[in-house]
């Protein structure tokens, strides 16, 4: 499987974003998906994740109540609608497979990941 995200871009303050993780291959609907963000000079953090059926999702505290994570396994797509961005969301953005069982926070519990998006918050 592999994936490639989209959708980054500058946009202002209080502004939106989706993000797009495509999927190549037949097992992709299979797995969870994770979004995740790296901002520079820091490590690589969790934002948000989605269980194979997008029955259950996960969020970071920081991004509850503006970010929605949701796919479309007939897509083999997975998307992340950010609203009131803030400059703080300024990052790349990667989406990967959950591998194993590990807490869907846990960033070692992913693999296949994607090339990242950038985004960019301007105040």
């Known amino acids: 499987v592999q994936l490639q995200a989209c959708g980054g871009g500058l946009v202002q303050a209080g502004g939106s974003l989706r993000l797009s993780c495509a999927a190549s291959?037949?097992?992709?609907?299979?797995?969870?998906v994770g979004w995740f963000r790296q901002a520079p000079g820091k490590e690589r953090e969790f934002v948000a994740a989605?269980?194979?059926?997008?029955?259950?999702?996960y969020y970071a505290d920081s991004v509850k109540g503006r970010f929605t994570i949701s796919r479309d396994n007939a897509k083999n797509t997975v998307y992340l609608q950010m609203n009131s961005l803030k400059p703080e969301d300024t990052a790349v953005y990667y989406c990967?497979?959950?591998?194993?069982?590990?807490?869907?926070?846990?960033?070692?519990?992913?693999?296949?990941w994607g090339q990242g998006t950038q985004v960019t918050v301007s105040s």
């Open positions: 989605i269980t194979w059926s997008g029955d259950n999702t």
């Open positions: 291959g037949r097992t992709f609907s299979r797995y969870a």
């Open positions: 990967a497979l959950k591998v194993d069982s590990s807490h869907y926070y846990m960033i070692t519990s992913y693999g296949y």
